[in-house]
T-cell receptor, first 115, second 116 residues
Framework: NAGVMQNPRHLVRRRGQEARLRCSPM?????VYWYRQLPEEGLKFMVY????????ESGMPKERFSAEFPKEGPSILRIQQVVRGDSAAYFC?????????????FGPGTRLTVT | AQSVTQLDSQVPVFEEAPVELRCNYS??????LFWYVQYPNQGLQLLLK??????LVKGINGFEAEFNKSQTSFHLRKPSVHISDTAEYFC??????????????FGTGTKLQVIP
């Protein structure tokens, strides 16, 4: 059973470009979470999605950031018009639709560098 | 609202010595607690979790943690560390209930540096 997959592992974008980060959850998992890790900081919750639904986006910046988890395919975190402050590691986690509470399984992360 | 405090940002310790990484939480309801480890340039891996029952929880790689409700703590311990334990450790908390939705709050992490 493959783990949570994220791609790309490293992404370099110039200021003003768009960044698209992909996350494929573990097989059988229908819940996806995105976190951001800034240097010397812990993980900050961004958004929680189920298939075709955004459940909680309270951690998402109001502008430029969006996330989706379509019926088919990976979850996408999209950052428009990136700025240097967006440079961080972005982690995706998934969990199964089972009885609360359940463990979150993390992917290896995408390290975004904005130049 | 739930929160987690990891009191030490870095902990240096000699190889084969014991270590304790501290974690305190704040929550108004029952909680579930986790410790994750992150090796350089990798994602987080679950070390152990407290859901209910015995307050002493054993995890992988020889780690254990004790849930102390009165002190709202969940400190991580290992009696003898190895070089390979050098990593960053995150304490996390989630609250009970919520109709199946689990929002996890992470601490800021503690970097464990094992010195040969």
């Amino acid at each position: 059973n493959a783990g949570v997959m994220q791609n790309p592992r490293h992404l370099v974008r110039r200021r003003g470009q768009e960044a698209r980060l992909r996350c494929s959850p573990m097989k059988g998992h229908s819940h996806v979470y995105w976190y951001r890790q800034l240097p010397e900081e812990g993980l900050k919750f961004m958004v929680y999605l189920q298939k075709e639904n955004i459940i909680d986006e309270s951690g998402m910046p109001k502008e430029r950031f969006s996330a989706e988890f379509p019926k088919e395919g990976p979850s996408i975190l999209r950052i428009q018009q990136v700025v240097r402050g967006d440079s961080a590691a972005y982690f995706c986690a998934s969990s199964p639709p089972s009885v609360f509470p359940y463990e979150q399984y993390f992917g290896p992360g995408t390290r975004l560098t904005v130049t | 609202a739930q929160s987690v405090t990891q009191l030490d940002s870095q902990v240096p310790v000699f190889e084969e010595a014991p270590v304790e990484l501290r974690c305190n939480y704040s929550s108004s309801v029952s909680v579930y607690l986790f410790w994750y480890v992150q090796y350089p340039n990798q994602g987080l891996q679950l070390l152990l979790k407290y859901l209910s029952g015995s307050t002493l929880v054993k995890g992988i790689n020889g780690f254990e943690a004790e849930f102390n409700k009165s002190q709202t703590s969940f400190h991580l311990r290992k009696p003898s560390v190895h070089i390979s334990d050098t990593a960053e450790y995150f304490c996390a908390v989630t609250e009970g209930g919520s109709g199946g939705y689990q929002k996890v709050t992470f601490g800021t992490g503690t970097k464990l540096q094992v010195i040969p």
